[in-house]
């Protein structure tokens, strides 16, 4: 993999590692990416707020259930 990444191929990449582990060239090339894209590392910490929040989520989800003895209803 080349190490220079440009926007596109750096957000793809930040998306696949959500699901995935990242080859070691595609980790690097990805750092150093993000050590000169100021648009691209707030994406990261975007990224980093919605699993935060979808986390919180599940966690308020669950309690519900647990609270009702089942699934909430609509």
């Known amino acids: ?3 220079k990444l440009n926007c596109r191929q ?3 990449l930040l998306l696949q590692s959500e699901d995935r582990t ?4 595609e980790r690097l090339g ?7 894209c100021e648009a691209c590392t707030r994406f990261k910490g ?3 707020v919605m699993r935060s929040a979808t986390g919180r989520w599940k966690q ?3 309690t ?3 609270d009702a003895g089942g699934p909430p209803h609509a």
């Open 10 to 12: 750096a957000s793809t």
């Open 46 to 48: 975007q990224l980093r």
């Open 64 to 66: 519900l259930e647990d």
């Open 22 to 25: 990242l080859r070691t060239g």
């Open 1 to 3: 993999m080349r190490f």
């Open 30 to 36: 990805l750092r150093l990416h993000l050590m000169i």
């Open 60 to 62: 308020y989800r669950d």
